[in-house]
């Protein structure tokens, strides 16, 4: 069972406007999320943190926003530029079997258009 | 040169060829994985290697075969692969391995088996 979401698998958004990716997760014990960016031909490549004591983290166009009640996070880009069309992974450390490893959702491909 | 760098970037096989996929990382990073990522699913993790030795096999059938000579050298030894095998196999690091820390991919291996 998947313990991150992501249920939109695409995203359209005019340029200049704000791009938001949602991101839900079923473990509460979770309590550290991160969002990777995958372009075309490349391997994906971290973009934003966001730990569970904080409910936001900003990073120039791009803030991370978690509401650990309804488990869910979003990412959020503004203003949208072309070149953040990309497929987005929200991903969260889960301990299985007394390892961590790194689960990821199934991605939204987002497309800015100019 | 990039940090984390996969060849071949590109594979096709048939079921009953063997072949290596390899990966060097350029980070002076102590861990290392080979990541999974099938049309439609999110990454799976295959392998992790924690300074050379493997500390995580999630469940991947045998024709899957991983090599860590070093912390910089990765290997992923193909055999008789069936065609649901195709994908694309991604490597990664990490300084170390306590589930907080940021993966640097590589590009990948888009690997069709026939």
């Known amino acids: 069972d998947q313990q991150v979401k992501q249920n939109s698998p695409s995203l359209s958004v005019q340029e200049g406007r704000i791009s938001i990716l949602n991101c839900d997760y079923t473990?509460?014990?979770?309590?550290?999320f991160l969002w990777y960016k995958k372009y075309p031909a490349e391997g994906p490549t971290f973009l934003i943190s966001?730990?569970?004591?904080?409910d936001k983290n900003e990073d120039g166009r791009f803030t991370v926003f978690l509401n650990k009640s309804a488990k869910h996070l979003s990412l959020h880009i503004v203003p949208s530029q072309p070149g953040d069309s990309a497929v987005y992974f929200c991903?969260?450390?889960?301990?299985?079997?007394?390892?961590?490893?790194?689960?990821f959702g199934k991605g939204t491909k987002l497309t800015v258009n100019p | 040169e990039t940090g984390v760098t996969q060849t071949p970037r590109h594979l096709v096989m048939g079921m009953t060829n063997k072949k290596s996929l390899k990966c060097e990382q350029h980070?002076?990073?102590?861990?290392m994985y080979w990541y999974k990522q099938s049309a439609k699913k999110p990454l799976e993790l295959m392998f992790v290697?924690?300074?050379?030795?493997?500390?995580e096999n999630n469940s991947v059938p045998s024709r899957f075969s991983p090599e860590c000579p070093n912390s910089s050298h990765l290997f992923l030894h193909l055999h008789t692969l069936q065609p649901e095998d195709s994908a694309l196999y991604l490597c990664?690091?990490?300084?170390?391995?306590?589930?907080?820390?940021?993966?640097?991919f590589g590009s990948g291996t888009q690997l069709s088996v026939l």
């Open positions: 290697y924690n300074f050379k030795e493997q500390t």
């Open positions: 990664a690091s990490s300084q170390g391995w306590d589930g907080n820390e940021k993966l640097f």
């Open positions: 980070l002076g990073h102590n861990a």
């Open positions: 991903a969260a450390p889960s301990t299985q079997g007394g390892s961590e490893k790194l689960v």
């Open positions: 966001i730990s569970s004591i904080k």
């Open positions: 473990n509460s014990m979770f309590d550290y």
